[in-house]
Each structure stands twice: as structure tokens, then as C-alpha cells.
């Protein structure tokens, strides 16, 4: 993950209580692997250090995707953030030259009337 996706995802993430509620449940989980995986640490079964290597593996690639998960999230929020904020803007631009329009109009009228 790069470090511009981590600036984002720190500056963001405190008005995202829905994201940071998936990131809470992500990382229990996440804990949940490293529990499994320690106890299976302390098993000198050999059956138990074979499935030790899968388990770590998807463990790392569940960290990494959790990662790609929460900066997915960021970024489609501010995403959304960003379209309404210049659909807002378009129509205040259209409000605005209407009333310069109508403005403009009412004072041609103004001019023409005796």
C-alpha cells in the first residue's frame, strides 16, 4: 500500500465510523488467526506444522487484504463525497446564472418602459 493511501486512509478514516467499524471487526478476526495460529505453534503434532505454513500465509494475505479493503472504502467514499459536493455545486452555478439572466431581463424591460 502506498504511502499517499495511508496519508488518506488517516486523515479520513476519523469521519468514517461505518469504515473503522469494518476495520475493528477485520483486525478481531485478523487476531482471531494469530490465536489459532500460536496454538498451533505449541502442538508438536507434525500434522500441525504443515498446516502452520498455510495458515501463516493466510494470515499475511488476509492482513494485506484487509489493508486493500479499508483504502478501497476510504476511496469510494470520498469518491461519493466528491460527486455530490459538485452535483450540489452545478446546481447552485445554474441557480445563480438564472437569477443573473432574469436579473438582466427585468432591467432590459426596465429601460424600455416610459
Request: with cysteine.
Amino acid at each position: 500500500m502506498s504511502n499517499a493511501s495511508n496519508q488518506k486512509n488517516d486523515l479520513f478514516l476519523p469521519y468514517m465510523r461505518d469504515v473503522v467499524r469494518s476495520e475493528q471487526s477485520l483486525r478481531e478476526l485478523n487476531l482471531m488467526w494469530r490465536m489459532i495460529e500460536s496454538s498451533a505453534r505449541m502442538n508438536p503434532l507434525a500434522e500441525t506444522q504443515s498446516i502452520l505454513q498455510t495458515m501463516t500465509a493466510t494470515r499475511a494475505g488476509f492482513d494485506q487484504l484487509e489493508h486493500e479493503l479499508v483504502s478501497s472504502l476510504v476511496h469510494e467514499k470520498c469518491a461519493n463525497v466528491l460527486m455530490e459536493i459538485g452535483t450540489k455545486a452545478h446546481y447552485v452555478i445554474d441557480i445563480v446564472v438564472r437569477n443573473l439572466y432574469e436579473r438582466h431581463c427585468r432591467c432590459r424591460l426596465s429601460r424600455h418602459r416610459p
